[in-house]
């Protein structure tokens, strides 16, 4: 900047370099900033200089809080929006999540009414084939007695 003929500040060297202006107040570079200050202009400023100087400042704050107050405001809208989309994302995420959820219970369902299906079937069976044994049983028993009854009376 010295070499450009840039009027040197604390303000200039921040903008510059792309850092915040506390940084050139910082020990080690404050004492650089100095003496360029004291090579770009070696004798003391006159008053009117000083006013124009402070009014430049005052110019240069108003600019920088009118700036952050912009940066708050697109700051803001983006959390906002960020905010939302994530909702968005979040809502879409448990949905799929669901869905999934219910497809899967849906498929278990039906395969426990296939198995309980399958399973009173093989219970009506079961029991036919019990009346049926036990129709079988109960005419061997009354064929036993009468081989037994004759069995005894022919003796």
Same mark, same amino acid.
Request: net charge positive.
């Given at each position: ?65 009118? !700036? ?8 803001? @809208?983006? @959390? ?23 497809? !899967? ?35 061997? *028993?009354?064929?036993?007695? *009468? ?9």
């Amino acid at each position: 900047m010295e070499q450009q003929g840039k009027k040197i500040t604390h303000t200039a060297v921040a903008r510059t370099a792309g850092v915040s202006t506390w940084l050139t107040y910082t020990e080690g570079i404050r004492e650089h900033i100095e003496a360029a200050q004291q090579r770009q202009h070696p004798t003391t400023p006159s008053p009117a200089h000083t006013r124009s100087t402070a009014a430049a400042l005052r110019t240069e704050l108003e600019l920088a809080r009118q !700036e952050i107050r912009t940066l708050r405001e697109d700051r803001d @809208r983006m @959390r906002q929006a960020i905010q939302h989309q994530l909702g968005q994302q979040l809502d879409a995420l448990d949905t799929r999540h669901l869905t999934a959820r219910v497809d !899967e219970l849906t498929r278990t369902n039906q395969r426990l009414e296939d198995s309980l299906q399958q399973a009173t079937d093989d219970n009506h069976q079961l029991h036919a084939r019990v009346r049926s044994l036990e129709t079988d049983l109960a005419a061997a *028993r009354t064929s036993l007695r *009468r081989m037994i009854r004759e069995e005894n009376t022919n003796r």
